[in-house]
């Protein structure tokens, strides 16, 4: 079964530094996708970025990046010069469109960002 | 707005009553999913449509637990004679099918990416 993992429950940044999220999986199949996906207090997940298996090259959507290592099944997302709105629960989420539960969204526990001014 | 929509945002009801929870996805969206979220976690996958068909089911929580779309376009998720554990925030999400971009384009309408919308939660008592 696949798995994510979250090994920071929460993170701390200050206004307009750099913060790294953290996020692992396991998965035996060779076609997936990765995302991380931002829910702030209001509680609506709002997609952040995207990553395909298949590429090589890093996501990057504006101040958002991520590092993707597939061989160490790593996928860590960096937020650069953040902003107050940057503070949430950040999710690391998996699918893939084989395999048992083809599509279905496999979520980590989560890391709260929290932006000090 | 065209986002994904959610009915009713809050419920309360007491222990034994049924509930009905309906999902809007984003028109042009064939897949429909429905997950929930416990305090402090991430959110559980629970079941999801390809337009009409209910291809994935196993995953609901109980046989209390029911999911329909019966014209491909809305879905509802009803749980009979709730629980208190039953308690949590239940989110809808829609996506495109591979090779079906949306119509809207950029990030909105990558397809196999799930788009949510701000969920019912639920409060048995």
Same mark, same amino acid.
């Given at each position: 079964?696949?798995?994510?993992?979250?090994?920071?429950?929460?993170?701390?940044?200050?206004?307009?530094?750099?913060?790294?999220?953290?996020?692992?999986?396991?998965?035996?199949?060779?076609?997936?996708?990765?995302?991380? +996906?931002?829910?702030?207090?209001?509680?609506?997940?709002?997609?952040?970025?995207?990553? *395909?298996?298949?590429?090589?090259?890093?996501?990057? *959507?504006?101040?958002?990046?991520?590092?993707?290592?597939?061989?160490?099944? =790593?996928?860590?997302?960096?937020?650069?010069?953040?902003?107050?709105?940057?503070?949430?629960?950040?999710?690391?989420?998996? !699918?893939?469109?084989?395999?048992?539960?083809?599509?279905?969204?496999?979520? %980590?526990?989560?890391?709260?960002?929290?932006?000090?001014? | 707005?065209? %986002?994904?929509?959610?009915?009713?945002?809050?419920?309360?009801?007491?222990?034994?009553?049924?509930?009905?929870?309906?999902?809007?996805?984003?028109?042009?969206?064939?897949?429909?999913?429905? +997950?929930?979220?416990?305090?402090?976690?991430?959110? *559980?996958?629970?079941? +999801?449509?390809?337009?009409?068909?209910?291809? &994935?089911?196993?995953?609901?929580?109980?046989?209390?637990? !029911?999911?329909?779309?019966?014209?491909?376009?809305? !879905?509802?998720?009803?749980?009979?004679?709730? &629980?208190?554990?039953?308690?949590?925030?239940?989110?809808?999400? !829609?996506?495109?099918? =591979?090779?079906?971009?949306?119509?809207?384009? %950029?990030?909105?309408?990558?397809?196999?990416?799930?788009?949510? %919308?701000?969920?019912?939660?639920?409060?048995?008592?």
């Amino acid at each position: 079964a696949q798995t994510v993992t979250q090994s920071q429950p929460e993170m701390s940044v200050q206004e307009a530094e750099t913060v790294t999220l953290s996020c692992t999986y396991d998965t035996s199949e060779s076609d997936y996708y990765l995302f991380w +996906y931002k829910q702030p207090p209001s509680r609506q997940m709002i997609l952040v970025i995207r990553q *395909e298996a298949y590429k090589q090259q890093n996501a990057t *959507e504006n101040r958002f990046s991520v590092n993707f290592q597939k061989a160490a099944k =790593s996928f860590s997302l960096k937020i650069s010069d953040s902003q107050l709105g940057d503070a949430a629960m950040y999710f690391c989420a998996y !699918s893939s469109p084989s395999g048992a539960g083809s599509y279905q969204l496999t979520f %980590g526990k989560g890391t709260k960002l929290s932006v000090i001014p | 707005d065209t %986002g994904v929509s959610q009915d009713p945002r809050h419920k309360i009801t007491k222990r034994g009553q049924n509930v009905t929870f309906r999902c809007d996805p984003i028109s042009e969206h064939n897949r429909l999913y429905w +997950y929930r979220q416990t305090l402090g976690q991430g959110p *559980e996958f629970l079941t +999801y449509f390809q337009n009409e068909a209910q291809l &994935e089911k196993s995953r609901l929580l109980s046989d209390r637990f !029911s999911a329909e779309r019966p014209k491909g376009s809305f !879905s509802t998720l009803e749980i009979q004679r709730t &629980e208190q554990g039953d308690s949590a925030m239940y989110l809808c999400a !829609s996506s495109t099918r =591979s090779g079906e971009p949306g119509l809207a384009g %950029g990030l909105r309408s990558l397809p196999d990416t799930q788009y949510f %919308g701000p969920g019912t939660r639920l409060t048995v008592l």
